[in-house]
């Protein structure tokens, strides 16, 4: 049982900011990597963000320098904080984790329900 709530998207401008967040709870032992990831219409999700448990980053070159992703483990959570953004932001996204729920059980990906962001021009 492993459940990811995500908040904190909207409508926004054309050069405005939000910051995203995602909570997971349930039965967890272990997290290795949190991130975000958009989908748009007619278009395939994509990764945006990620964040390791370490704390090593991975960004999309289109976000890069716009986006911060970071997290706190001990609250198992992940934000991603976006600046700068712009009408091409405008998605669905959602928060992933890779995870495993047993101590000596596999890793498994887990998704969040999704939050709209829209930018308006």
């Known amino acids: 049982q492993v459940q990811l709530v995500e908040s904190g998207g909207g409508l926004v401008q054309r050069g405005g900011f939000l910051r995203l967040s995602c909570a997971a709870s349930?039965?967890?032992?272990?997290?290795?990597?949190m991130g975000w990831y958009r989908q748009a219409p007619g278009k395939q999700r994509e990764l945006v963000a990620a964040?390791?448990?370490?704390?090593?980053?991975n960004y999309a070159d289109s976000v890069k320098g716009r986006f911060t992703i970071s997290r706190d483990n001990a609250k198992n959570t992940v934000y991603l904080q976006m600046n700068s953004l712009k009408p091409e932001d405008t998605a669905v996204y959602y928060c992933?984790?890779?995870?495993?729920?047993?101590?000596?059980?596999?890793?498994?990906?887990?998704w969040g329900q999704g939050t709209q962001v829209t930018v308006s021009s």
């Open positions: 964040i390791t448990s370490g704390g090593s980053t």
């Open positions: 992933n984790i890779e995870a495993r729920t047993i101590i000596h059980g596999p890793a498994s990906r887990y």
């Open positions: 349930g039965s967890i032992f272990s997290i290795y990597a």
